[in-house]
């Protein structure tokens, strides 16, 4: 089954009060992400993603959707591993912040990369799907 599918199945069965009785759901869409960035599928990332969403990267840079999606469809960025481990959900009603730890390995730009560290996303419930409106993310330093 593509990753695509399988996100916008995930975005269009959960609702509000599921995220707050079974937070494997949230966790489900985490590692869906994953999956669709192992195989640069910008579509199904685009399904998660809010509009106006940002991930601030560990140098402080940030990244707006676009900036993510276009990284998601260079092919010049292949990863071999994405992992998310200890992933912990606190849901508030209609928003759930998820904290983990992560493992990433691959090549970008012909350029070997690994690096471990911790995350943080806010998803929210709008438009009647989930979707994920901030990341945060900090390297372990080696």
């Not at 937070?23 to 990332?45: G, P, R």
């Not at 509009?51 to 707006?64: Q, S």
């Amino acid at each position: 089954m593509k990753p695509a599918f399988i996100i916008a199945l995930f975005c269009l069965m959960i609702s509000p009060m599921a995220a707050a009785q079974d937070s494997d759901v949230i966790v489900a869409m985490e590692n869906a992400w994953n999956q669709a960035e192992l195989h640069n599928d910008a579509t199904a990332v685009e399904l998660l993603l809010t509009d106006d969403f940002v991930m601030t990267v560990a140098e402080g840079t940030l990244y707006n959707k676009a900036q993510i999606l276009a990284s998601v469809r260079d092919k010049s960025y292949h990863p071999d591993i994405l992992q998310s481990t200890g992933m912990v959900v606190h849901a508030y009603g209609n928003t759930a912040v998820v904290t983990g730890a992560y493992y990433e390995k691959g090549v970008d730009k012909g350029k070997p990369w690994e690096r471990r560290g911790r995350f943080t996303d806010t998803w929210i419930y709008l438009n009647g799907r989930w979707q994920c409106a901030a990341s945060h993310f900090s390297v372990k330093p080696k």
